[in-house]
T-cell receptor, first 111, second 115 residues
Framework: DQQVKQNSPSLSVQEGRISILNCDYT??????FLWYKKYPAEGPTFLIS?????DKNEDGRFTVFLNKSAKHLSLHIVPSQPGDSAVYFC??????????FGTGTSLTVIP | DADVTQTPRNRITKTGKRIMLECSQT?????MYWYRQDPGLGLRLIYY???????NKGEISDGYSVSRQAQAKFSLSLESAIPNQTALYFC??????????????FGPGTRLLVL
């Protein structure tokens, strides 16, 4: 039973344009959400997070939006750069409990 | 130097062999985790430990065991390896409970092939 889903396995975007990565979850008890970025042959690295008490969090070119009523979060990257090409995982946790990860979206930014 | 290290980085073994994957961290975090990544399945939790005396099963613990030798060390063992345990294994750490302290930090991974 996949509690966190990323329905798009891959996404291609032109350099300079916006990348939008989506994630859906089923458990309304999740209260903290994170995005991780993974390059080949490396471990996932933390990118940005959002608490369930917020609906938006920005960090430079990266913005995460949370829509609790739809149980949906998204990661916006503006402007996209070739170095952003990686696999992106979303994760959700109910504080004090285990993380649940999505299956990942492979982003390719075309120069 | 990396905060979370894993050894070995790559391992090939045969069915039925016992192997151990090791994880060390210098972040001073109490919590440590073992995940496996399979194509199309994302990251799935095998075991986790909130402190040296605490061990908990994750969603896919069958066929695995762990040992928390110290705050900084968390080992994963496959008692009798089987081919469907071929995967990429990641160790992770976190500071503790409470929103931002939940953020996990990952090692570089161990690629395991069971023949």
């Amino acid at each position: 039973d996949q509690q966190v889903k990323q329905n798009s396995p891959s996404l291609s975007v032109q350099e300079g344009r916006i990348s939008i990565l989506n994630c859906d979850y089923t458990n309304s008890m999740f209260d903290y959400f994170l995005w991780y970025k993974k390059y080949p042959a490396e471990g996932p690295t933390f990118l940005i997070s959002i608490s369930s008490i917020k609906d938006k969090n920005e960090d430079g070119r990266f913005t995460v939006f949370l829509n609790k009523s739809a149980k949906h979060l998204s990661l916006h990257i503006v402007p996209s750069q070739p170095g952003d090409s990686a696999v992106y995982f979303c994760a959700a946790v109910r504080t004090g409990n285990q993380f649940y990860f999505g299956t990942g979206t492979s982003l390719t930014v075309i120069p | 130097d990396a905060d979370v290290t894993q050894t070995p980085r790559n391992r090939i073994t045969k069915t039925g062999k016992r192997i151990m994957l090791e994880c060390s961290q210098t972040k001073g975090h109490d919590r440590m985790y073992w995940y496996r990544q399979d194509p199309g399945l994302g990251l799935r939790l095998i075991y986790y430990s909130f402190d040296v005396k605490d061990i908990n099963k994750g969603e896919i613990s069958d066929g695995y065991s762990v040992s928390r030798q110290a705050q900084a060390k968390f080992s994963l063992s496959l008692e009798s390896a089987i081919p469907n345990q071929t995967a990429l294994y990641f160790c992770a750490t976190s500071e503790g409970s409470g929103r931002e302290q939940e953020t996990q930090y990952f090692g570089p991974g161990t690629r395991l092939l069971v023949l």
